[in-house]
């Protein structure tokens, strides 16, 4: 499975308290900023696919604005309501004034 490390933003564009959305060649992704600490995860709710970038960030959580499925931004983990259903997490790297993400393509994608 190749890997990549995609330059996403500047550390100013993601201010604390702030979510941002990004497509990353098809992919959608939200990176957060919670007490200083930039997140990357998967921008689909696992409900009905609604926008978690569009919710509320609340510490290292997020509410999705549909219809409230909660989950944790840090490891994936739903918290409200089924327990045991994640969102992919992204490794984030700070280089500088740059924050990159790592993705882990499937063979099939072209790097």
Do not use: Q
Not at 13 to 23: E, H, L, N, S, V
Not at 35 to 57: K, M, N, Q, W
């Amino acid at each position: 499975m190749p890997s990549e490390r995609i330059r996403v933003a500047a550390v100013g564009d993601i201010p604390p308290g702030a979510m941002r959305y990004f497509d990353l060649d098809g992919l959608p992704v939200a990176l957060a900023n919670a007490g200083g600490t930039i997140y990357a995860f998967s921008d689909v709710c696992r409900h009905e696919g609604g926008p978690l970038s569009a919710g509320a960030l609340i510490d290292e959580t997020v509410t999705c604005p549909w219809h409230g499925w909660t989950y944790s931004i840090r490891t994936g983990k739903a918290i409200v309501p089924p327990v045991g259903i994640r969102i992919p997490v992204y490794p984030v790297h700070i280089s500088g004034d740059d924050v990159f993400v790592e993705i882990d393509w499937p063979d099939e994608h072209e790097v």
